[in-house]
């Protein structure tokens, strides 16, 4: 089936720290890519909608200076958390959407703890 | 206001017998549905899904009823297995290029 790669699965980092996380689709494109906040005994949370070649979709309350999303190709979708603090600290996970069936494969997640 | 609400965070099944998880939404605008299962520390993997032109999907062990009506689904399990112990979260979209609303999920125990 669709392997969607997140890297990486864990990072700690210092408060004021940019960290980039990248979501790799390996053996399809995807001109769509999401990426999801958990937060503990929470639902996954949208924060935006990536599409290749064109400025991502932010939901509402979420910082989009804060949370840098840039989708270069059709198989890659990074997001940087820039100047990170602790409040920040969460799980993110990426998804890709296979096309035509719009299936969603998700990342195994990005365990972020900023100190 | 959620849209999609699993309203039990928590169900504990003996192993073999069904297991049963709810789901209820409120857009009707909704038309594609999904089951999502996962593990701690790792993304969800898709389950099984089910478009409102169906009523029931099945799939393995696996089944997905849908009742429009009602905007209600529910995921049975069975017969359910010690390994099926995980969160599972119940996902909602429009049609087309939509991102999925997820609901808050339910932490399955399956007690052997």
């Known amino acids: 089936g669709a392997v969607v790669s997140q890297h990486p699965s864990r990072v700690i980092c210092k408060s004021g720290t940019s960290v980039k996380i990248e979501c790799r689709s390996l053996d399809f494109q995807a001109t769509t890519m999401f990426w999801y906040r958990q937060f503990p005994k929470k639902s996954l949370m949208l924060m935006a909608t990536s599409n290749e070649g064109s400025k991502a979709t932010y939901e509402q309350g979420v910082e989009k200076d804060k949370f840098l999303i840039n989708h270069a190709s059709l198989t890659l979708s990074t997001l940087t958390v820039t100047s990170a603090h602790p409040e920040d600290s969460s799980f993110y996970i990426c998804?890709?959407?296979?096309?035509?069936?719009?299936?969603?494969?998700f990342g195994s997640g990005t365990q972020l703890s900023v100190l | 206001d959620q849209q999609v609400k699993q309203n039990s965070p928590s169900l504990s099944v003996q192993e073999g017998r069904i297991s049963i998880l709810n789901c209820d939404y409120t857009?009707?605008?909704?038309?594609?549905f999904l089951w999502y299962k996962k593990y701690p520390a790792e993304g969800p993997t898709f389950l099984i899904s089910?478009?409102?032109?169906?009523d029931k999907n099945e799939d393995g062990r696996f089944t997905v009823f849908l009742n429009k009506s009602a905007k209600h689904l529910s995921l049975h399990i069975v017969p359910s297995q010690p390994g099926d112990s995980a969160v599972y979260f119940c996902a909602a979209s429009a049609s087309g290029n939509t991102p999925l609303v997820f609901g808050k999920g339910t932490r399955l125990s399956v007690i052997a």
């Open positions: 089910i478009s409102s032109i169906k």
């Open positions: 998804s890709a959407m296979e096309q035509p069936n719009e299936k969603l494969f």
């Open positions: 857009n009707s605008m909704f038309d594609y």
